[in-house]
């Protein structure tokens, strides 16, 4: 079965920078819907047609702690999630051949190996490892994972959504690994850290139809707003 993707592979990070903001990423995709915590549609937009710069975060120390934790934490998932192969290609970016304007760079592409998965999928299923590192000192800011069971946080939930419609893959597991730096004498010096495992499933209507209306809201913010070249309000309405 053919791909729904090209793979544009590059040799350097700066050339994948590049080719990277000529697409909407999955990073992207909160920005567009609305869910964002960090980025409006308008500053995306000012990112995107070149009037400002995206800030450069790689060098603040959680995003290093990020960095190095992320060949860790996808070694981890798969001792401990051990139904897949996983393969990593950091400076790849595959393409929607159906919405070129939609690109994805993966933190891993697992593939199933094994049929007594607990999901049902079958053997030589494709889909999607989403890595998540980040930080938290009290416990509502673990809300956002461990409120509800099987609960996402809206802001990367719509990520995996666009790595399913670029790929035209079968899921998304989405591995979160928090910490909490020491700070009470119970700690001993030593941090907590909180590990979450999160599957969004494409066989679910549900997530079809957010999916399609994903799609819908990236290509009116690329139609109407990059390519028209006007500025949108903070959230972009079909």
Request: charged share 30%; aromatic share 14%.
């Amino acid at each position: 079965m053919a791909e729904a993707f090209v793979r544009m592979s590059f040799d350097s990070r700066e050339d994948w920078l590049l080719e990277r903001n000529r697409h909407l990423q999955a990073s992207d995709s909160a920005s567009v819907d609305g869910s964002s915590p960090w980025k409006s549609a308008a500053e995306l937009y000012d990112e995107k047609t070149g009037i400002f710069p995206a800030e450069d975060i790689s060098g603040k120390p959680y995003v290093q702690y990020g960095i190095k934790m992320e060949p860790v934490a996808r070694e981890a998932f798969m001792l401990d999630v051990p139904y897949f192969s996983i393969e990593y290609h950091q400076y790849d970016i595959l393409v929607s051949k159906a919405r070129p304007f939609m690109g994805a760079t993966l933190d891993g592409e697992l593939t199933v190996t094994s049929s007594m998965n607990p999901w049902g999928f079958p053997v030589a299923a494709r889909g999607i490892y989403e890595g998540k590192t980040g930080g938290w000192t009290k416990q509502q800011h673990l809300y956002s994972w461990d409120g509800t069971e099987n609960y996402i946080p809206p802001h990367y939930y719509v990520q995996g959504l666009h790595q399913l419609s670029v790929t035209g893959w079968d899921f998304v597991i989405f591995a979160a690994r928090l910490k909490r730096e020491p700070f009470r004498d119970e700690d001993q010096g030593f941090p907590e850290i909180r590990t979450f495992y999160r599957i969004v499933d494409r066989r679910s209507r549900a997530v079809q139809e957010d999916i399609r209306l994903l799609e819908e809201e990236e290509e009116t913010f690329w139609n109407k707003c990059i390519l028209a070249r006007k500025r949108p309000p903070r959230r972009v309405a079909i």
